[in-house]
């Protein structure tokens, strides 16, 4: 198979030129691609060529299948062992949004294993393997699996690698998993607990994170101002006057508002974005690094936004600065905001007096106790006789 064309149509066709090359274009042309594999038949060398590049693994046997003798259905696969029931996704961390959780069980039958790298952020898994399955071959007879591909939760089932440019590229281990009779049916563990599964539920969940119907962060209005005016200040009505938005040039040591309104688009409309408990949405101020790192606070909401803002004091340093809101997380779309600005340093009338340094008023104190010792030394001097001209005068009386 191979894609002849993929433009903003969605035009795909099928070919043998399908090649790793042309799938990665797809994706850095913002494409997104779900990719079921079956166990019925080999993966084709040009679809393991692509998930190398991905830094995904598949087992270098192309028959192998995993297998968990502990967590599987006992009314399809009794003998097999090779239906495999699955809890919903835990989530990745406490503080990435998990948009494939809920109650119930996912049957999972004839899956092909995967294993994820662990030196690309761009990975996470939607679903794992319980801790007791293992990756094997069928075909093998022996009693002992000696170095299986991968057991436990190293085994991904359904995988997600989302790009940098917020493409997404999603791998389902089981195409059966997908087919109408799992969607609902009735499943029996090893415990005698019966069930249905929630297979449709999970499948549109992947899906709609995988062509962008959920996790997808749209950036609204993006405004800095200063948070207040000094008046009477010569020069600082030059800067910017309060509630002008957006100024090309601070000063240093300006007060400074910075607001940025974000938005998830979720199914078919855009609610306001909500930043979990654990999780924390950051302002950057910096030229070549960051000066200020500082938490942006949500301060108000619309029907479809949220308004986040911070305040803080621009450094004593000048130089082009940039205001960066760098948000990056599993499941959501890249958010990379940057506004440049110009700090200059204070101009010549703009200093503090003397008196309003408070380090200066031992100081000025010293220089008018100079002043007042001063004045009173000629003071003193100029009033007082000397003793030496009395002297004289009584002297001349006597002859």
């Known amino acids: 198979m191979g894609i002849e064309e993929y433009r903003t149509d969605g035009k795909i066709g099928l070919g043998p030129s399908l090649t790793p090359n042309l799938l990665l274009q797809f994706i850095n042309e913002d494409g997104n691609i779900l990719l079921t594999l079956s166990a019925d038949s080999p993966t084709p060398t040009t679809i393991s060529s692509l998930l190398l590049e991905l830094d995904i693994q598949l087992p270098s046997d192309r028959m192998s299948l995993v297998v968990d003798h502990f967590n599987y259905d006992t009314l399809s696969a009794s003998e097999k062992h090779d239906v495999l029931l699955l809890p919903r996704y835990p989530g990745l961390r406490s503080d990435v949004k998990n948009f494939f959780g809920g109650a119930g069980t996912v049957a999972f039958p004839r899956a092909i294993a995967q294993t994820l790298g662990n030196s690309s952020p761009l990975l996470a898994p939607i679903l794992r393997a319980q801790s007791t399955a293992y990756s094997y071959n069928p075909k093998d007879e022996a009693e002992v699996v000696e170095d299986p591909f991968a057991t436990g939760d190293q085994i991904s089932l359904v995988s997600a690698m989302q790009a940098r440019n917020s493409a997404r590229f999603t791998v389902f281990g089981s195409i059966e998993a997908l087919e109408n009779k799992w969607f609902d049916a009735s499943v029996k563990g090893l415990d005698g607990k019966k069930g249905k599964t929630i297979n449709r539920e999970f499948a549109k969940q992947v899906i709609a994170w ?190």
Do not use: C
């Open 210 to 399: 995988t062509f962008k119907e959920t996790g997808v962060l749209k950036v609204g209005k993006v405004e800095h101002h200063l948070s207040s005016v000094e008046q009477g200040v010569s020069g600082n009505d030059s800067v910017a006057q309060l509630g002008y938005l957006n100024p090309k040039i601070y000063r240093v040591k300006n007060d400074v508002t910075f607001n940025i309104e974000l938005s998830e688009y979720t199914s078919d409309r855009l609610a306001p974005l909500t930043i979990t408990p654990n999780d924390i949405l950051q302002l950057e101020f910096s030229m070549l690094s960051p000066f200020h790192r500082l938490p942006l606070k949500p301060v108000s909401q619309t029907p479809n936004s949220t308004l986040f803002s911070t305040t803080f004091t621009i450094p004593d340093q000048h130089g082009i600065f940039s205001f960066r809101v760098n948000y990056k997380r599993p499941f959501l779309t890249n958010v990379d905001v940057k506004r440049e600005v110009t700090v200059r340093h204070f101009a010549h009338d703009e200093y503090p007096r003397s008196w309003k340094i408070s380090g200066g008023w031992v100081w000025i104190a010293g220089i008018w106790v100079t002043v007042a010792g001063w004045v009173a030394f000629v003071g003193i001097w100029l009033w007082s006789e000397p003793a030496y001209e009395k002297e004289r005068g009584k002297g001349k009386k006597m002859q």
